[in-house]
Nanobody
Framework: VQLQASGGGLVQAGESLRLSCRAS????????MAWYRQPLGKQREQVAT???????NVAAALKDRFAISQDIAKSTVYLQINSLMADDTAVYSC??????????????WGTGTEVTVSS
């Protein structure tokens, strides 16, 4: 299983971005997925989570601007970020628990995608 994050880039403050995390592999099932971000020189923080049945959770300080969703058929989880601020500048990465036969359920980390917000 591979998790590939994409959708980052250089944006202006106030704009929006949708990040994608796609899981690739045979006959996989995403049990749950989380988005994290890590600003340069700072600790990584969890941004949002989603379960297979669609239950979501977004960090309290980000709930007004961030949303997580999924397309099960595409094995993809999205992170919508609105009203981007300079403090959102970070590398965003995804991690999830994924089931694939015959290995079963395991935790995986994906590559990161960089978001840079200019003010």
């Amino acid at each position: 299983v591979q998790l590939q994050a994409s959708g980052g880039g250089l944006v202006q403050a106030g704009e929006s971005l949708r990040l994608s995390c796609r899981a690739s592999g045979n006959a996989l099932i995403i049990n749950n997925m989380a988005w994290y971000r890590q600003p340069l020189g700072k600790q990584r923080e969890q941004v949002a989570t989603i379960t297979r049945d669609g239950r979501t959770n977004v960090a309290a300080a980000l709930k007004d601007r961030f949303a997580i969703s999924q397309d099960i058929a595409k094995s993809t989880v999205y992170l919508q970020i609105n009203s981007l601020m300079a403090d959102d500048t970070a590398v965003y990465s995804c991690s999830g628990n994924v089931y694939t036969p015959p290995r079963g359920s395991e935790d995986y980390w994906g590559t990161g995608t960089e978001v840079t917000v200019s003010s």
